[in-house]
């Protein structure tokens, strides 16, 4: 058994391969073979080279962006010290005055002002702050966790509640608590009519084209007077955005947004084909909202920031807690452009893909159809040569061909009988095809 294996892993080393072409006259399989090369024609030239411009060569967009918001808003809650009458303007409510790619406009806040650095009362609303005289636990020393100072050792009563006692610490007093000043309302509501000019630069290196948002066509009086609208022939090209239109196009409501701030995209696509004139190479605007408006905990966007001022000696602060919108901006897009060689590299996977084809005819026909048997018996051919490397070494190569040369002979040789039997081959491979 052990030899006989060996012999047949031997001799598939020396063995070859090669195609016969074996032309099949039958309707099932022709049909087959021309639909499938139909489809794979179809996917060269209408998905490939058509659809995904398989002619082109492309180019990923490199960019920059700026941003200038302009607005003032009029806010009078005479009733909340901290806000009070006033008007806010462009240096109030941009905070930082320049992002990477981004802006962020203040729409609510909690002012604590005049802090100083001094001992006073913690927040009771923290967890763990709340003491009394027979059970102290507020260690001098200790930080307050999620707090805002370090304890004094002392438990005094709260500046909110008397009531209720609290660990004293020592921090900027007084402490911040963090309530809206008006619960389910912004402060400035009113931001929504501010409007931010988007200035866009970008570049396809490949092809050595620099493109702008703002048009060339574009005057300093179609800059002063327009205002970015999808469905507007021409405000469609203006650079200038107002803040409660790009919160709209995301679906939300901006005074809703505004009270605990979020996050809104605003995504710039240049996508573009050089093959046009380069003047219908612009941009197109999307926006999206991007943070979750249903969240159960942290929602919204804000942080803080603080102002410091010389009060006769004394240094104070006022802190600010800002909710408001962070608009991120993101650039994408390519530039393509005809090549020979992306067209010929497509053509050329399109005729190799044809051979699949012919593989799956050929199941069809060796192992589907009736007369299987048959189209293997056409199909395979085994030739041995001189050299063969034979597992049965008892018959050599001139007894085969001694065999072989009186089959030869022994085979009618008149063209009467060639005929007939040509004919008769031509007959079966006919009834054949109607059958199978």
């Given amino acids: 058994m052990a030899p006989s294996v060996a012999n047949r892993i031997v001799s598939v080393l020396f063995e070859y391969d090669t195609p016969k072409i074996v032309h099949i006259r039958s309707k099932k399989v022709g049909v087959i073979n021309r639909l499938i090369q139909l489809g794979i024609i179809g996917y060269v030239i209408g998905w490939a080279i058509v659809y995904k411009k398989g002619y082109q060569e492309f180019d990923d967009v490199t960019s920059s962006v700026t941003t200038k918001l302009k607005g003032v808003v009029y806010t009078n809650y005479s009733h909340i010290p901290s806000i009070g009458e006033r008007i806010w303007d462009v240096a109030d409510y941009v905070i930082p005055p ?35 005289d027979l059970t102290n636990n507020c260690t001098a020393g200790r930080p307050v966790t999620n707090g805002n100072g370090v ?3 002392n438990c005094v009563p709260s500046a909110l509640n008397a009531s209720i006692k609290v660990c004293e610490i020592y921090a900027w007093c007084p402490v911040e608590i963090d309530q809206l000043p008006v619960p389910g309302e912004a402060i400035l509501a009113g931001s929504k009519e501010f409007t931010v000019l988007i200035k866009n630069n970008i570049e396809f290196r490949k092809f050595k084209v620099k493109r702008r948002n703002i048009l060339e066509s574009s005057n300093a009086s179609f800059l002063t007077g327009c205002k970015y609208n999808a469905y507007d022939a021409y405000d469609k090209f203006c650079p200038i955005f107002e ?6 196009q995301t679906g939300e409501d901006y005074e809703d947004i505004a009270v605990k701030g979020g996050v809104v995209a605003i995504i710039i696509n240049w996508e573009c084909n050089l093959d046009h004139k380069i003047e219908e190479c612009i941009p197109k605007y999307d926006f999206r909202r991007l943070d979750d408006k249903n969240a159960k905990i942290a929602k919204g966007w804000n942080f803080r920031y603080a102002t410091y001022y010389d009060d006769q000696g004394t240094q104070r602060r006022n802190l600010t807690k800002a909710y408001g919108i962070l608009f991120a901006l993101t650039v994408t897009g390519t530039a393509g452009k005809f090549n020979i060689v992306p067209l010929t590299l497509n053509i050329g996977s399109g005729l190799a893909l044809l051979g699949v084809a012919t593989v799956l005819c050929d199941i069809v026909v060796l192992y589907f159809l009736k007369y299987r048997e048959y189209y293997k018996d056409k199909k395979y051919l085994t030739v041995t040569g001189s050299d063969a490397y034979e597992m049965n070494s008892g018959v050599d190569f001139r007894q085969r061909q001694e065999t072989e040369e009186r089959a030869r002979h022994a085979t009618p040789k008149s063209p009467g009988h060639r005929q007939r039997i040509n004919r008769e081959d031509s007959q079966d491979s006919l009834l054949l095809g109607e059958n199978d």
Avoid at 104 to 130: A, Y
Avoid at 243 to 248: A, N, R, S, T
């Fill in 151 to 153: 304890r004094t050792g």
């Fill in 243 to 248: 803040l409660g239109y790009i919160v709209g």
């Fill in 98 to 132: 320049q992002e990477n790619g981004a802006f962020f406009v203040m729409t609510n806040m909690v002012i604590t002002p005049g802090q100083n650095q001094t001992t006073c009362p913690e927040d009771p609303n923290i967890p763990g702050i709340r003491c009394d």
